[in-house]
């Protein structure tokens, strides 16, 4: 059974930071060519925040370049998301991915597998 587990999730103020976490279950993360994190906003569509490939070259949105950096650790089979000087307009459900083949990073389309999801709220 494939599962991915988020964890980390919670509230901060406006210039915070927090650390998420993407366990991996049922397979090996450094078996797939990307893991990425993906975020949504109520009424928003899911956008990409950061992926990393299992060479450990990393993606970012526009909108969280410079403030988050995506980690992963084999021996865990865990991926990190850092986060720092939190937002308001990064509020949102962030999801875990995966995916086996190649493709864009930002498209969901291309990710088999996902978390359910870990809830960030930014508050001023």
């Known amino acids: 059974q494939v599962q991915l587990e988020e964890g980390g999730g919670g509230s901060v103020e406006a210039g915070g930071s927090l650390r998420l976490s993407c366990a991996a279950r049922?397979?090996?993360?450094?078996?797939?060519?990307?893991v990425a994190w993906f975020r949504q906003a109520p009424g928003k569509e899911r956008e990409g925040v950061a992926g990393?490939?299992?060479?450990?070259?990393?993606y970012y949105g526009d909108r969280v370049k410079g403030r988050f950096r995506i980690t992963r650790d084999n021996a865990e089979n865990t991926v990190y998301l850092q986060m720092v000087s939190l937002k308001y307009e990064d509020t949102a459900v962030y999801y875990c991915?995966?995916?086996?083949?190649?493709?864009?990073?930002?498209?969901?389309?291309?990710?088999?597998?996902w978390g359910q999801g870990a809830q960030v709220t930014v508050s001023s």
């Open positions: 991915a995966a995916e086996r083949g190649s493709g864009r990073w930002d498209s969901r389309d291309n990710y088999e597998d």
């Open positions: 990393i490939t299992s060479r450990y070259y990393a």
């Open positions: 049922g397979f090996k993360i450094g078996e797939r060519n990307l």
